[in-house]
């Protein structure tokens, strides 16, 4: 079987899209493990099918590089608005479906995607961490020495550990180095590694660091080993809405596969 595949990358974090309104993908993880594999295969972090949604622009469906169906993927959905651009099945704005609901999205003539995410209706408060939930799990936990830090294996420690049982959490390890400004590393589970960038990830620290009182911005920049993105939202109380996460969103090649 040939598989037509588009490779898109937003701030480092990478995809594999297909194109499946025709439905014709076998949805196998041992498939999607292998077109996402870096050796054997395409190489990603994620595969994302965009698929036809009865009201709305597209569906999205989000696997992790180990073949297995996940939750929302941030900048993945950002990614798969500028595939939905260069499909031609939107303009320069798209609403669409994911697995934690609807989202909108808006796409600059340059290429700077902002995609609305979830609202945010509790943020976890613990000694020496934070948790909530922005469409993915995330941990979110400041240290002294984020350039050393051995990401995968004190992340691996966390998402496995006694904390997070069975389900796991991406680990968001983050430093401070401006009023609204954080540096953020992320341990994702189902890619079992540190990424360059995670959408989620970065919307979790800046919504904990203002729940946090590490900044008192509505707009918070992060700096990610694959670039910045921003993220900007409004608090009433623990609630947090009209959560925007913002950033480049870029193709990088096309192919076919046989699989
Ligand atoms: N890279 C993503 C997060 C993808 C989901 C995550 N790996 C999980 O399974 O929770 C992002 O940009 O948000």
């Known amino acids: 079987m040939h598989i037509t595949f588009y490779k898109y990358q937003g701030t480092g974090n990478d995809f594999?899209?297909?194109?499946?309104?025709?439905?014709?993908?076998?949805k196998e993880s041992r498939i999607i493990e292998h077109l996402c594999d870096r050796r054997f295969g395409i190489g990603a972090d994620g595969l994302i099918l965009l698929e036809n949604h009865p009201t709305e622009n597209f569906r999205?469906?989000?696997?992790?590089?180990?073949?297995?169906?996940?939750?929302?993927?941030?900048?993945?959905?950002?990614?798969?608005?500028a595939f939905a651009k260069q499909l031609g099945v939107i303009e320069n704005e798209a609403s669409f479906e994911?697995?934690?609901?609807?989202?909108?999205?808006?796409?600059s003539g340059t290429g700077i995607v902002s995609l609305q995410m979830k609202d945010v209706t509790a943020v976890d408060h613990y000694e020496g961490h934070v948790f909530l939930n922005t469409g993915s799990?995330?941990?979110?936990?400041?240290?002294?020495?984020?350039?050393?830090?051995?990401?995968?294996?004190?992340?691996?420690?966390?998402r496995y550990g006694a904390l997070y049982g069975a389900a796991g959490s991406n680990?968001?390890?983050?430093?401070?180095?401006?009023?609204?400004?954080f540096a953020v590393r992320t341990y994702e589970r189902g890619v079992e590694d540190e990424t360059f960038s995670c959408g989620t990830g970065v919307t979790a620290v800046a919504i904990?660091?203002?729940a946090t009182g590490k900044t008192d911005a509505n707009l918070v920049q992060l700096e990610t080993p694959g670039g910045t993105l921003e993220v900007a939202f409004e608090q009433?109380?623990?609630t947090f809405t009209q959560v925007f996460l913002k950033g480049p969103a870029k193709f990088v090649f096309e192919g076919t596969i046989t699989i």
């Open 16 to 26: 594999v899209m297909i194109d499946n309104r025709n439905l014709s993908f076998p």
């Open 60 to 81: 999205m469906v989000y696997f992790n590089s180990d073949g297995n169906e996940s939750s929302m993927c941030g900048n993945g959905g950002r990614c798969l608005v």
């Open 98 to 107: 994911a697995v934690d609901g609807m989202h909108h999205a808006t796409v």
């Open 137 to 158: 799990p995330h941990h979110v936990e400041i240290v002294d020495d984020l350039e050393g830090l051995d990401v995968k294996g004190y992340g691996a420690s966390i």
């Open 171 to 181: 680990i968001n390890f983050v430093n401070q180095i401006g009023d609204a400004i």
């Open 208 to 210: 904990a660091m203002k």
């Open 236 to 238: 009433d109380g623990t």
